[in-house]
Structure formats: structure tokens, C-alpha cells
């Protein structure tokens, strides 16, 4: 079975200009995740999707940051305009989310972020 | 963003050699699941645990989801080389789909 699916997995950008990143959840997981991780630290979520509905997104930037998830498979994230402190790997995970809480994240090779 | 104490930061230790890392929260969760991440990818997932007490092993890795519902440890027995990463906790609150993660124990061994 093929894991989450990202790209690029690499990205150097000058600031102010946008960026779009892509994700490809494992077949039949219904709950996706983006999340941020900083150099030395554990990834922070960014996003939460269940099927096509961005349930959690308390902790996105809304002002340049955006997310979709059409159809409520493949997700994109976007940046516009991108800042420097943008800077980080982005990672993409996904789950099959049952009923009774159990819920496993399995997570994407990421994409790294340079912002120049 | 809020993340969990974890300990230690990081660890080097010989070949052959136990390690043992944990977390901390003040919230309770009702899952916590433990990952290595290596240089450019994304973490691993080691192991699930989803019932307080619940002790969880996969091959040497052993991991236990404390009583209190608010801790939970990793042990790595008898480590080898290819055991060096980082090894990240991630907890989920209680009544919520939401994952918090620990800061990371980094590990390296020594042959």
C-alpha cells in the first residue's frame, strides 16, 4: 500500500512570492492533517481535514495561508504572500479516523521550505 | 505552539546499550503514538497506545501509555547503529481529534 504522497519535496522561494504545496492521503483515510515543523522541534498542525470539511483550523495563518481539500482526497496548501519566517519542513499526514477515537496519523516525506 | 516535555533532548549512548525517553503533559490524552524521523523525511510511525496502562511492544521498541493518562515512555533495547534519529512522542487530547507533539529526544549511537 502507498503512503501519504507529497510535493515538491523541495522548494526555494524569494520572499513575497507564493508557493503551493500537494498532498495525496493513503487510500481510504478520511482525516488529512498539515502541519509545520521548525528546525529542532516537533511539527505543529496547521490544518485538520475530515473528508472535505476544514474542521481545525484554529492555528493557520489566514492571512496568507490557504488549504483545500477537493473531494476530500488530495490537499493543497498554499502561501501567498511568502515571508521569511516561512521557512520550515511542511508536512502532510493522514488518518482513517473510526468511530470510538482510534485514530493512527501516518505521515507524508514532507516538503522543505527554503523562503530567500 | 504548544508541544510536550519531552526528555531527554538528546542521548548518546554506546551500541548495545537500553535507552529509555519519556513525555509529559498536563492535559490528559487518550492516545499517544511514538515516531522516529530521519534527516529529510517525514516520522515513522513505532507505536500506538490507546488504553491507559496499555504496554506496547515492536521488536525492541517498548512503549507504555501511563496510568494517569498524562505520560508515556519509549525503551529501546540493546540499540544498534541504525537506531539514531529522532524520536518524537505525540499525544491526542481527550475528546478531540487534535495531536500535540513532544520537542524530540535526539539519538545517536556509538559503534
Known amino acids: 500500500e502507498a503512503g501519504v504522497v507529497q510535493s515538491p519535496r523541495y522548494k526555494i522561494i524569494e520572499k513575497k512570492q507564493p508557493v503551493a504545496f500537494w498532498c495525496n492521503p493513503i487510500?481510504?483515510?478520511?482525516?488529512l492533517y498539515w502541519y509545520r515543523q521548525n528546525l529542532g522541534q516537533g511539527p505543529e498542525l496547521l490544518i485538520r481535514?475530515?473528508?472535505?470539511?476544514?474542521?481545525?483550523d484554529s492555528q493557520l495563518p489566514k492571512d496568507r495561508f490557504s488549504a483545500e481539500r477537493l473531494k476530500g482526497v488530495d490537499s493543497t496548501l498554499k502561501i501567498q504572500p511568502a515571508e521569511l519566517g516561512d521557512s520550515a519542513v511542511y508536512l502532510c499526514?493522514?488518518?482513517?479516523?473510526?468511530?470510538?477515537?482510534?485514530?493512527?496519523?501516518?505521515f507524508g516525506p514532507g516538503t522543505r521550505l527554503t523562503v530567500l | 505552539g504548544q508541544q510536550l516535555n519531552q526528555s531527554p533532548q538528546s542521548m548518546f549512548i554506546q551500541e548495545g546499550e537500553d535507552v529509555s525517553m519519556n513525555c509529559t503533559s498536563s492535559?490528559?490524552?487518550?492516545?499517544w503514538l511514538w515516531y522516529k524521523q530521519e534527516p529529510g523525511e517525514g516520522p515513522v510511525l513505532l507505536i500506538a497506545?490507546?488504553?491507559?496502562?496499555e504496554l506496547t511492544s515492536n521488536g525492541r521498541l517498548t512503549a507504555q501509555f501511563g496510568i494517569t493518562r498524562k505520560d508515556s515512555f519509549l525503551n529501546i533495547s540493546a540499540s544498534i547503529p541504525s537506531d539514531v534519529g529522532i524520536y518524537f512522542c505525540?499525544?491526542?487530547?481527550?475528546?478531540?481529534?487534535?495531536?500535540?507533539f513532544g520537542t524530540g529526544t535526539r539519538l545517536k549511537v556509538l559503534a
Open positions: 505525540a499525544g491526542r487530547i481527550s475528546g478531540t481529534y487534535k495531536y500535540i
Open positions: 497506545l490507546y488504553k491507559a496502562g
Open positions: 487510500s481510504g483515510h478520511n482525516t
Open positions: 499526514a493522514s488518518s482513517l479516523s473510526l468511530a470510538g477515537g482510534l485514530d493512527t496519523q501516518y
Open positions: 492535559s490528559i490524552f487518550n492516545t
Open positions: 481535514y475530515e473528508n472535505e470539511e476544514a474542521v481545525d
